[in-house]
């Protein structure tokens, strides 16, 4: 695998500056609770009194449904892919706050759709059992609410797939692709929002703003989702250029283009990729990099789990290709000034190699941990060991013993290895449970936890 | 990285947003003496003192006085109506009192403002009834009327001509038959309107102005409508009964009598 290997751009990196950029997520969190303060103020401001129980009931739905349509904006926001997000934040996190905050937000709405129709029913004297007349005669009767229902149907529905046990039970192109209904029930329940809440009926200005708020992640989510795709792929015409088998079970895509160095991509980004191919046009997946980016040719290498990354095996040089990205915030920039360990286990590999490439740094200042079942399931090890020999840095793996035993991975051992590994970076990639276990062994050698950096998918 | 708990992330989030909600909730205050204002769209300058005024006599017939009307309970929640009377004329009409929370806040800012033109315009409790806030106009007329009868007793003798004309009494002479067209109120297949005709409060004819045509609608609105008139000079209110296989038609004309009779003043 020399095709990829020692590119001059590479080299470049490799001499650039050491500077450390800050996470936007503390600001961004802060924006966030500010306009959540801001929507109970509205709430605050437009209720001069709560006279008896009934209303108390009809003003904790008021709350209530205030805070799920604000959620819901920034719920939508954070998928939609915005730079700051998946490249400063981290695509991982922004993951785990859209997986969280959307379980929150569908609480609020149901809490919202009860507390609401029990002090309908309350008012016209119906108590408590005449719940469900009174939702129906609501829908029936009150503006938009039609929509909304069905819009609330939608969300229940999305949230009901996206609990962690039914979501194993289906396959995941069509778990995403009912996910995607979410659009659809935003939009459907946006307009009840309006014409029947009495905050917005009572102040223009908070419509005014309800519209900015909903617009403007709108305008977000075309942008990102769908036109700077679509601008990318048209400017840099990707086609697989070859499939090569590393270690059985683990393969590298190279990929071809045009003036691949301008998409901005780092060494431990990834793309999400969809091969035009018969039966996997619809699924886009997330592969990192293996290399860093040259300016005819991208790499990702990829372990034969599920149905799609098996079927990367047999895809036909000259296939089409359509990526979006690049994504991933596991790059030089989360590094502080010192030397840096990365830690890869199995095909965890493929970020760590790229950075293992490029990361600025001396002779010395770079040591790569490799984890794997055996020596034969070291994917591009050769690679490894010429960037090692040319960088000047450590290159040490660990495998089971022959007996099937797994390696000692703990403070003790690490600090055995790197004496000074308290003044290390950690970069980290790999199955959840050894990135568990490499976190609190690194921990207890007395690396700082946010001298950490770590990626992981699992919600 | 951090070991995190699901659970204790959910019971935490719970605990947190219900406390949240209910700290709020129990923060405002049960009665707000700017809500009268607020829901009248009135200015405040009146005194809490309006509603002894009639029993201290303080006020005098020339000067301004102001009564505050008997809680009316409605469907959606309390009204209650505060006049201005100078001599026996309204000046100023507002709600103490109005039905609050969900599309009742926006029914009643909606609602009650056109209320207390029309209490001011008219002089009396007869006024029409804001569509959509049936319930509401209801309670205020309710309200309204209770205070001008007690405007009415404060006043005594003087009182006697314009009073009169708030009393639960028509303005119209007896004898003389009206003719009062209701709302249209629409339904499923069009529009239906009534007319009715009454001497004093009877309805003598009721007839459908306007009713569903085109397709099995003629059919059914030659079939149903007759009845619909039939039953109401026979019931003298809107309490009539539905005609089989003509339910919108039937609950429009409702609708649309009942409107026609709240103008009557009834």
């Given at each position: ?68 349509g604000?959620?819901m ?10 730079p ?46 005449g ?5 129906i ?27 962690g ?28 929002q ?27 989510v ?50 999400r ?47 089409r ?106 970069f ?18 007395g ?13 | ?197 009454l ?46 296989g ?10 649309s ?10």
């Open positions: 695998m020399s095709t990829i290997a020692g590119g001059r751009a590479a080299r470049r990196q490799t001499m650039r500056r050491i500077r450390p950029r800050r996470s936007p997520a503390v600001p961004l969190l802060l924006a966030v609770w500010a306009g959540a303060a801001g929507v109970i103020w509205l709430w605050w401001n437009n209720t001069p009194s709560i006279a008896d129980d009934n209303s108390k009931i009809l003003n904790a739905g008021r709350i209530t449904g205030l805070l799920a604000y959620l904006a920034l719920v939508v926001l954070q998928m939609a892919r915005v700051a997000l998946e490249r400063r934040v981290g695509s991982d996190r922004v993951a785990r706050w859209h997986a969280m905050s959307g379980r929150y937000t569908i609480c609020l709405v149901l809490a919202h759709l009860f507390l609401t129709m029990w002090g309908y029913a309350l008012q016209s004297g119906k108590g408590l059992g719940i469900v007349q009174q939702t005669d609501s829908v029936n009767q009150l503006p938009d609410m039609g929509k909304a229902a069905i819009g609330t149907g939608l969300l229940v529905l999305i949230g009901f797939i996206s609990i046990g039914v979501r194993r039970l289906i396959p995941y192109d069509t778990w995403y692709h009912v996910h995607l209904l979410t659009y659809a029930a935003v939009f459907l329940t946006f307009w009840h309006l014409s029947t809440g009495n905050d917005f009926a009572v102040e223009p200005a908070a419509k005014t703003a309800w519209y900015g708020l909903y617009g403007s992640v709108t305008a977000l075309v942008w990102y989702r769908i036109l700077a795709p679509i601008r990318l792929n048209l400017k840099h015409r990707m086609r697989v250029e070859a499939v090569i088998e590393e270690t059985p079970g683990i393969v590298s895509v190279l990929i071809s283009g045009q003036k691949l160095h301008r998409m901005g991509a780092e060494a431990g980004q990834f793309f990729w969809r091969f035009l191919a018969p039966g996997m046009r619809l699924s886009s997946h997330p592969y990192s990099l293996s290399a860093a980016p040259r300016p005819t040719m991208l790499r990702i290498t990829v372990k034969a789990i599920g149905d799609h990354s098996a079927a990367l095996r047999d895809l036909e040089p000259g296939t290709v359509w990526a979006e990205g690049p994504y991933g915030a596991l790059t030089a920039g989360k590094r502080s000034r010192g030397k840096v360990l990365l830690v890869a286990g199995g095909v965890g590999i493929t970020p760590m190699r790229a950075l293992f490439e490029t990361l600025p740094g001396a002779s010395g200042d770079l040591t790569l941990l490799y984890r794997a079942n055996s020596t034969q399931d070291l994917a591009l090890w050769d690679e490894l060991a010429a960037i090692s020999q040319e960088r000047g840095a450590r290159l040490m793996y660990a495998v089971n013993s022959p007996e099937g035993e797994r390696p000692d991975i703990s403070a003790e051992s690490l600090r055995r290895k790197l004496p000074d590994i308290d003044r290390h970076d950690v980290m990639c790999g199955p959840p449970g050894f990135a568990q276990q490499v976190y609190e062994a690194l921990r207890g050698a690396v700082p936890a946010r001298r950490i950096h770590h990626e992981s998918f699992e919600m | 990285m951090k070991k995190s708990h699901p659970m204790r992330r959910v019971v935490l989030a719970t605990a947190a947003t219900v406390s949240g909600i209910v700290l709020l909730l129990s923060l405002k205050p049960a009665s707000d003496p700017a809500a009268a204002s607020a829901a009248g769209g009135a200015a405040p300058q009146q005194t809490a003192a309006g509603q002894e005024s009639p029993q201290g006599g303080s006020a005098s017939q020339t000067g301004s006085q102001s009564v505050t009307g008997n809680v009316a309970q409605t469907q959606y929640g309390p009204v209650q109506v505060r006049l201005t009377l100078t001599g026996d004329k309204i000046t100023k009409a507002e709600a103490v009192q109005a039905p609050k929370g969900g599309t009742s806040d926006q029914k009643t800012a909606l609602a009650i403002p056109k209320l207390n033109q029309e209490a001011v315009a008219a002089g009396s409790a007869d006024i029409d009834a804001v569509s959509g806030a049936t319930y509401t106009s209801g309670g205020y007329k309710q309200s309204l009327q209770s205070a001008l009868d007690k405007a009415k007793a404060a006043g005594g003798t003087s009182g006697s001509s314009g009073a009169a004309g708030a009393s639960s009494s028509p303005q119209a002479p007896a004898a003389q038959a009206r003719i009062v067209t209701g709302n249209v109120a629409q339904t499923q297949y069009g529009p239906v309107q009534v007319r009715l005709t001497t004093g409060d009877k309805i003598t004819k009721a007839e459908a102005v306007q009713a569903p045509s085109g397709g099995t609608s003629t059919q059914k609105t030659a079939l149903a409508i007759p009845k619909l008139n039939q039953e109401a000079v026979a019931a003298g209110s809107a309490d009539i009964d539905t005609v089989s003509a339910t919108y038609t039937s609950g429009g004309y409702k609708q009598l009942q409107s026609a009779l709240d103008k009557a003043g009834g």
